[in-house]
């Protein structure tokens, strides 16, 4: 049974550090490409990374680019996102999500292209 499951949300102040994993079971991520998105109320679910199955390139969007750092640990089946310098406007629920195979940044912001989603983990950036 494929299963994502999120953690490491919290409060920050601004320009403070979290760190977010996303633990997977059922599948191994050298096959799926892992992608982090979030959704703030009253906007769209937007794609703020990925790291590819294939061959774990990684991709960013513009607003995080220099900010946020993914990565993944294959033996412990984990994808992290460091997310550094925090700003309000990163205010969201995070979800990891999967899809099969390899992707670029054109696939990997793609909601539509992920079979599997965790549940979120809401971060909140606030003095």
């Known amino acids: 049974q494929v299963q994502l499951v999120e953690s490491g949300g919290g409060l920050v102040q601004p320009g403070g550090s979290l760190r977010l994993s996303c633990a997977v079971s059922?599948?191994?991520?050298?096959?799926?490409?892992i992608g982090w998105f979030r959704q703030a109320p009253g906007k769209e679910r937007e794609g703020v990374s990925c790291i590819s199955g294939s061959d774990g390139s990684t991709y960013y969007a513009d607003s995080v680019k220099g900010r946020f750092t993914i990565s993944r640990d294959n033996a412990k089946n984990t994808v992290y996102l460091q997310m550094n310098s925090l700003k309000p406007e990163d205010t969201a629920v995070y979800y990891c999500a999967a899809a099969n195979g390899g992707s670029s940044w054109s696939r990997g912001r793609d909601i539509y292209e992920y079979d599997y989603w965790g549940q979120g983990t809401q971060v909140t950036v606030s003095s």
């Open positions: 059922g599948f191994t991520l050298d096959y799926y490409t």
